[in-house]
């Protein structure tokens, strides 16, 4: 199994990074052997992978950078690089390798702050592995001084430093660090390759795969958590049925509430699983005493802690609040596609009963003008809006079609 298996439906990506780890092999080889560098290459230095929601920008980059640091033995008898068994690949994919360092959005921006350390170690020569690989999951959410810290470490890179960036289109990056970047745009992959990948890959059933594949539209990443997690089903069912309880004001208020408080609570199952191990961890590093008493100084460090964590529970639920969000249109989206008789299939057909009855109650008018406010609940949380104000909104204008 190499690392490209992964990208579903990404097949022609698969080939420029492949051909790209092949040359980046070459130069590194060459150089250890102090032998000519290659006239030429499609290796190079920086890379921007974009594409849709669950297309798999992040895979790509996490397998690309795999691949660069693969040390299987087989490159030497001809093998490509990024077998996915070696030493290289398995941490690079695991995320635990010295030389590659990933920085993602706490919360909704990347600070300097959070950029700083990570521009002085591009600069650095790599550790262990072969090349240095920054991986920057939402380099969307860059701000002004953090995207420029980024471009002068993309203007005038390191001989061995490798910047891969991941954002949803080539204009959510400046012009000036994209234009010094290989752009790869991926595909939302199909249903049918979705549903593939989770009975070879997860052993799903595949009546559960193509229901799931089929519910997420070829979000990857959702439709592995909708298969293997059956919470995760359970709050999607109770998000389709949300549409028939609107019926009157205080069942719309109702509706929101829960919406939110499932999205709370979700972001509260992930800090327990996470933020008390990360204290631990800190208190042991900074050598907190037996009993919990820290050494003097530290409270600062702590409270930067702290504050991280409250960031990232933010904005997970607000993560968890957009799924929900996701399924409302793709459900009106199936209303509309019956008010309209298209044949496009359905992606909720497990709830067509529902689609049928709101299907005969509204015009296609009415569903639009439903969608558009689902779409500017989104927009509303991206602006900071307070969740429960921004989903009562939203429940109120689903009510009045």
Not at 9 to 15: F, L
Not at 191 to 203: E, F, I
Request: a negative charge.
């Amino acid at each position: 199994m190499t690392v490209w298996d992964d990208l579903v439906g990404q097949e022609q990506v698969s080939a420029v990074l492949d051909a790209a780890a092949r040359d980046a092999d070459a130069l590194v080889t060459a150089a250890a052997a102090d032998q000519p560098l290659p006239e030429t290459s499609k290796m190079t230095h920086a890379w921007l992978f974009t594409g849709p929601p669950g297309a798999g920008r992040n895979q790509a980059a996490r397998a690309f950078a795999a691949a660069l640091q693969c040390v299987s033995p087989d490159r030497a008898l001809g093998g490509a690089p990024g077998c996915g068994f070696c030493d290289g690949c398995h941490t690079a994919l695991l995320g635990t390798h010295a030389d590659v360092t990933t920085v993602a959005a706490v919360g909704s921006e990347i600070l300097v702050k959070d950029m700083r350390d990570t521009v002085r170690k591009s600069f650095t020569s790599p550790a262990n592995g072969r090349w240095q690989i920054i991986l920057v999951d939402d380099a969307e959410r860059l701000n002004e001084k953090s995207a420029n810290a980024v471009l002068k470490a993309v203007e005038e890179p390191a001989p061995r430093t490798v910047w891969l960036l991941c954002a949803p289109s080539i204009e959510d990056v400046l012009p000036t660090i994209r234009s010094r970047c290989r752009h790869l745009n991926l595909r939302t992959p199909s249903v049918q390759a979705v549903a593939d990948m989770l009975m070879r890959r997860d052993g799903i059933e595949p009546e559960l795969a193509a229901s799931a594949a089929r519910a997420t539209q070829g979000h990857v990443d959702r439709a592995r958590r909708l298969a293997t997690d059956p919470a995760a089903r359970e709050r999607r069912a109770a998000v389709l049925k949300l549409p028939l309880r609107l019926d009157e004001v205080g069942a719309c208020l109702r509706a929101a509430q829960e919406l939110v408080d499932a999205a709370a609570e979700d972001a509260r199952q992930l800090a327990e699983e996470m933020d008390g191990k990360e204290t631990e961890e800190l208190k042991a590093a900074l050598g907190a005493a037996q009993g919990g008493r820290m050494p003097r100084g530290t409270a600062g460090v702590m409270k930067e802690l702290e504050d991280m964590q409250k960031r990232r529970r933010t904005r997970t639920q607000r993560d968890s609040l957009d799924v929900a969000l996701g399924d409302l249109t793709a459900f009106y989206r199936d209303v509309l596609a019956l008010q309209l008789g298209t044949r496009v299939a359905l992606a909720n057909a497990d709830a067509e009963d529902a689609l049928e009855r709101l299907a005969r109650a509204g015009t296609p008018e009415s569903t639009l003008r439903r969608i558009e406010a689902i779409a500017a609940c989104r927009e509303a949380l991206d602006r900071n809006v307070a969740p429960l104000l921004a989903v009562e909104a939203m429940t109120m204008a689903l009510r009045a079609g």
